[in-house]
């Protein structure tokens, strides 16, 4: 009886220990340019590419007026999983000031104009997670990753 209580009291810790381990996690710093030139307000995602081995969560960063932009994984922690990763792009200026996912897409001011989308500076290819030209593979120490869009 004494046994069996301690066998399952260490397979509980056991598990419990193999649960809490911790995804190892790489900073990731860089910039998105196109023809040379920083596009800013650019959501890039970090998708892990489970065809090259590497599963888990995903990391985001938004680029600022110089195109820079930090990765940031899952809970706000710096930086995204170690491994393959296939890059997307979003542009976030298509939506100027409306309200994303309101029907109508009026401005935040009650009753004012109504704002139409406006199409995206990024090629489709590079919003498609199938489809993105876009892969990197994320090391402990990397340098920058620039990402040069074309047209």
Same mark, same amino acid.
């Given at each position: 009886?004494?046994?069996? =209580?301690? @066998? /399952? *009291?260490?397979? %509980?810790?056991?598990?419990? &220990? ?8 790489? #900073? ?39 195109? =820079?932009? @930090? /990765? *940031?994984?899952? %809970?706000?922690?710096?930086? &995204? ?8 792009? #979003? ?61």
């Amino acid at each position: 009886m004494r046994t069996a =209580a301690l @066998t /399952l *009291t260490l397979a %509980g810790l056991a598990s419990a &220990a193999g649960c809490s381990a911790q995804p190892e996690l790489a #900073a990731v710093t860089g910039t998105v340019t196109m023809n040379g030139k920083p596009l800013k307000n650019v959501k890039v995602a970090f998708q892990p590419d489970p065809d090259k081995g590497t599963r888990g969560a995903g990391s985001t960063g938004v680029t600022d007026d110089a195109g =820079a932009f @930090t /990765l *940031t994984f899952d %809970g706000g922690k710096p930086g &995204a999983l170690v491994g393959h990763h296939r890059v997307v792009l #979003a542009d976030l200026d298509v939506y100027g000031n409306v309200f994303v996912g309101r029907g109508n897409y009026r401005t935040e001011a009650p009753g004012g104009p109504k704002e139409t989308p406006k199409v995206s500076r990024v090629p489709e290819a590079y919003a498609n997670l199938a489809r993105t030209p876009v892969q990197v593979e994320v090391k402990p120490g990397m340098g920058a990753v620039t990402i040069e869009v074309k047209k």
